[in-house]
């Protein structure tokens, strides 16, 4: 235990007591949010991503040390167990370098190798490695002619098929080719005959050869499509002949020996047949696997972002799920989410009534105070978008206008959860109401999809399942928790994902809601059925009740922490009532905060969470992000030039670029090379989803409809 701390804390820079206290507060039953928000003391300000690694990266190494054991204790049963392979085994830091330990040892399925052993031809091999000098290879081996070989050459050959197993098998010799192909060799990939790429997706790698040390993430995940597709043959590049001499090397030990011709065939058979496609598949699995971890990094990342999104607070929406032959449905919803109406518009061709979907819509916004308007970007998107901002200047409305990603929508509206929120609702409507709520709360209605449906990551479709659903759940998970709810507006969804509730105690608190009316206070929370103390205990703080009678209920300080702050008010000269005021802000500014710790005999990281919450009690997490982007008039290919300075919003981030909405049918692309004046290992350390972005126009492809887009300056070729 001791030891799988020490590696936890070298790996992650990071206290071992920081590792060994994170690690005694999960095993406690603790949660990652309530750990990475009220525990701060005894993590040392570890946030939930760093929680979250020291606890993976536990599970890692137990995993780890089990098999150590189970590997030992496999090759002692065979009674081959040395002090020697003991270190060995112990030295190793990844189950694959056990694993080539044991290989030797490990009871294989039918092989050449097999065969030769149960034909009695292994004293055979074993003659030959000891490296006979003046005997005749041939003359010996006829000593193992019997009715299974029929003859000398039959024995020769059987032995060296064990001869080459075992070099195959050989730990060092794998750790040879391993080393070779990660520091030297290149990754070669070229089109299969009769392959069927019609729209050319694979070009760039039709003949293709990149050093396998430098090659990205993203391009090993379109390189393994690729050859999934039967597009693409892949296959490794770098110098063979040295290993080989290495290992013929390493068995001569100097010596001479009549079987050196021999031992040479077995070598290099054994290198060619067996290691060096083992290893080769080997590491293709690892850097496809690390490539696949990367890419579930980036559908993280961007994921949080887009749940973090600030809400569109105090607005009345009306959502616009765009369509040609079916018309655009229309949704308008007040300022706290519910539906008022539902409606449908044929602007477009083919049935292109254009003059009566201005009228309807003119009719909702005089019957209504809509404030924007949010456009679905999928299919007639950007038709649409140019109807409303004609009518907004044609009628000179005052209103703006915001295009919403719907990726998703479709599949929350058909979704159970949408039936059961709206069951005389069409799909296409609910869909409406969907892109509305989006930017009036992105986080309520965001997490009612399934996370792989939002389409902000890349290859998300190639990543491994399971390990992708967890960490997008957690993601949630994390956002839910950082943001906190009102317990008496939370969906069940939202409720569920709150720290220390589930499906089942989320469900008992909206039926709660519905039997008893309103909680009025977080204490009244231990009165629902299947809320218990530990339950409370990592729920309570970030549940907030508004309308509470203890003016702390509505922050996110924890109950627990409720005594110490009236301490901390009381040496403030603030009340519970002015928390929030310019007073309680100046108060706080003015404080000492180590002089409050010495008095109060409480930890900084408390300390400071109070005081930040006394300053602004009702501080929401999202409000430091960029809102979106509000627009009243339409940009066409045709109005871009080269050096054009634009306002776009950030839409996806991957390893090569971002993808920027300008206002066009596609998103522009900023490549990571036009990020920055300094390099930069990803361009997640300059943007971000969500993010509005002052943006160049680099390069227009009318053909193909793209625009290439720089975050420097462009010299404008007007």
């Known amino acids: 235990m001791k030891e799988i701390i020490r ?23 603790n949660t990652v949010p309530f750990i990475a928000r009220y525990r701060k003391e005894m993590t040392k300000g570890l946030d939930e991503e760093q929680i979250r690694i020291v606890a993976e990266n536990y599970d890692y190494q137990i995993n780890l040390a089990k098999r150590k054991e189970d590997v030992q204790r496999l090759i002692e049963v065979q009674g081959k167990l040395t002090e020697e392979i003991c270190k060995a085994i112990a030295a190793c830091t990844k189950l694959s370098e056990v694993e080539d330990i044991y290989r030797p040892y490990q009871q294989k399925k039918k092989t050449r190798a097999s065969e030769a052993e149960a034909k009695g031809l292994r004293p055979l091999a074993d003659w030959l490695l000891a490296l006979p000098v003046q005997k005749d290879v041939l003359k010996e081996a006829e000593k193992y002619v019997n009715d299974q070989v029929a003859h000398a050459e039959e024995a020769l050959q059987g032995a060296k098929d064990i001869i080459a197993e075992i070099v195959s098998d050989d ?27 019609d729209k050319k997706v694979y070009r760039m790698y039709y003949a293709y050869e990149e050093p396998l040390r430098l090659i990205a993430p993203h391009r090993i995940m379109a390189i393994d499509r690729g050859e999934k597709e039967k597009i693409l043959r892949v296959s490794f590049s770098y110098d063979k002949d040295p290993i080989e001499k290495w290992v013929i090397h390493r068995i001569l030990r100097h010596r001479s020996t009549s079987a050196l011709n021999v031992l040479e065939d077995a070598v290099h058979d054994g290198l060619k047949r067996l290691a060096f496609p083992g290893v080769e598949r080997e590491i293709r699995s690892e850097w496809s696997d690390r490539a696949k971890e990367k890419s579930i990094d980036v559908f993280s990342m961007n994921l949080e972002r887009l749940l973090m999104q600030p809400p569109m607070k105090d607005k009345m929406i009306l959502g616009l799920d765009p369509a040609f032959r079916t018309g655009c449905k229309l949704a308008v919803i007040d300022k706290t989410g519910e ?14 009534k254009k ?17 924007i308007i949010a456009i679905g970007n999928g299919t007639a998107s950007r038709e649409s978008e140019q109807f409303i901002a004609d009518m907004i200047r044609r009628y000179h409305l005052s209103l703006s206008y915001t295009l919403v990603s719907e990726a998703g929508a479709s599949v929350y509206s058909a979704s159970k959860l949408a039936r059961d929120e709206f069951p005389d609702l069409h799909v296409e409507q609910r869909s409406a109401i969907s892109i509305a709520r989006r930017i009036q709360d992105p986080l309520s209605e965001l997490i009612k999809i399934e996370p792989q449906a939002i389409g902000v990551g890349q290859y998300q479709h190639d990543l491994p399942a399971v390990r992708l659903k967890e960490r997008l759940d957690f993601v949630v998970t994390k956002a839910v928790n950082r943001v906190g709810v ?24 909206v039926t709660y809601r519905k039997e008893h009316g309103k909680i009025h206070s977080r204490e009244e ?21 508004e309308n509470s009678h203890e003016p702390l209920d509505r922050t996110s300080i924890h109950p627990e922490s409720y005594a110490l702050t009236e301490k901390v008010l009381t040496l403030l000269h603030i009340k519970k009532e002015q928390m929030g005021t310019s007073a309680a802000c100046d108060a706080v500014k003015e404080c000492d905060v180590h002089e409050l710790c010495e008095k109060l005999h409480a930890d900084v990281y408390t300390v400071q969470d109070i005081l930040d919450s006394i300053a602004q009690p009702l501080r929401d997490y999202r409000d430091s992000y960029d809102g979106p982007l509000l627009r009243s008039d339409v940009l066409t290919m045709e109005d871009l030039h080269e050096g054009d300075e ?12 971002a993808f920027v909405d300008i206002g066009l049918k596609e998103d522009g692309l900023i490549h990571i090379s ?9 361009p997640s350390m300059v943007v971000a989803v969500g993010d509005i972005v002052k943006v160049w126009v680099n390069g227009i492809d009318s053909e193909k409809q793209k625009v290439q887009l720089s975050l420097l300056p462009v010299k404008s070729v007007k």
């Open 486 to 509: 009102n317990v008496n507006t939370a969906s069940m969804e939202l409720l569920r994902h709150i720290s220390g509730l589930n499906a089942s105690s989320a469900k008992a608190i």
């Open 674 to 682: 036009h990020m920055s004046t300094k390099r930069i290992s990803h």
């Open 171 to 197: 730990p060092q010799v794998r750790a040879k080719i391993r080393s070779s192909i990660e520091r030297y060799g290149k990754i070669v990939t070229e089109a299969r005959k009769g392959h069927h790429d």
């Open 355 to 371: 003059k009566e979907s201005e009228e309807i819509l003119l009719s909702l916004l005089r019957k209504y105070p809509i404030d």
């Open 525 to 545: 929370l231990m009165d629902v059925p299947k809320i218990g103390a530990r339950s409370f205990e990592q729920a309570a703080g970030f549940l907030r009740v």
């Open 339 to 352: 539906y008022l109406e539902v409606g449908v518009i044929y602007p477009h061709p083919p049935v292109n």
């Open 7 to 29: 590696q936890i804390s070298q790996q992650l820079q990071i206290g071992e007591k920081q590792v060994q206290d994170t690690l005694t507060l999960l095993e406690e039953g």
């Open 646 to 657: 634009l306002e776009g919003v950030v839409r996806n981030v991957v390893d090569f670029g």
